[in-house]
Every structure is written in structure tokens, then in C-alpha cells.
Nanobody, 114 residues
Framework: QVQLVESGGGLVQPGGSLRLSCAAS????????MSWYRQAPGKERELVAT????????NYADSVKGRFTISRSNIRNTLYLQMNSLRPEDTAVYYC???????WGQGTQVTVSS
């Protein structure tokens, strides 16, 4: 049974950092194309970052490029999103996704505010 569980969200001041985790079960993270999405209030869900199978090639939305880093741990079977230099416009619920089969986690809230 495929399951994705996000954690690590919270309230942070502008300029701060957070690391989101997405613990996977029922499959091996490194064998699948994985993504982070986010959805801000009143807006559509948007793609933030992706990591491909095998070579681990990463790609980012222009709005987060240079600030966010997607990675994975084969030992922990977990997907991560390191978020630095956070801005108020990064406030959203963040979701991890396994593209094959379109599996989603429940989301974790990130709020950037002073």
C-alpha cells in the first residue's frame, strides 16, 4: 500500500529556513519520479520541484530556484525539500507526489510571516 506522509512545516520568519520531509512506504522512493507541489489560499496547486529516477536530476520552479533544494534518502526512503531564504509568498500547503499512480500526501502547512 503506497503511503506518503509529509512533515516539517510550521511558522517561520522571512529569510528563515525549513526542511520538509515526505516519508514513503509501500514503494522505494528512488525508483520513482517524485515531486513537491504547493497550494496557497485561493490559488491553484503549483509544481515546486522534481527529482527524477536513477540520475536524480532535479528541476525547480523559477520562483524557488536557488532557494529550495529537493533531495531523497535511500536509507530512510524519504523525500526532502530544503527551503532557504523563505518569503511570505512561499506560504502554502506543501504536498509530495509520486507521479506514477498520482499518489499524494496529506500536506504540511508552511507559513512565512513576521
Amino acid at each position: 500500500q503506497v503511503q506518503l506522509v509529509e512533515s516539517g512545516g510550521g511558522l517561520v520568519q522571512p529569510g528563515g529556513s525549513l526542511r520538509l520531509s515526505c516519508a514513503a512506504s509501500g514503494f522505494t522512493v528512488s525508483n520513482y519520479f517524485m515531486s513537491w507541489y504547493r497550494q496557497a489560499p485561493g490559488k491553484e496547486r503549483e509544481l515546486v520541484a522534481t527529482i527524477s529516477i536513477a540520475d536524480g536530476f532535479t528541476n525547480y520552479a523559477d520562483s524557488v530556484k536557488g532557494r529550495f533544494t529537493i533531495s531523497r534518502s535511500n536509507i530512510r526512503n524519504t523525500l526532502y525539500l530544503q527551503m532557504n531564504s523563505l518569503r511570505p509568498e512561499d506560504t502554502a500547503v506543501y504536498y509530495c507526489q509520486r507521479r506514477t499512480g498520482n499518489y499524494w500526501g496529506q500536506g504540511t502547512q508552511v507559513t512565512v510571516s513576521s
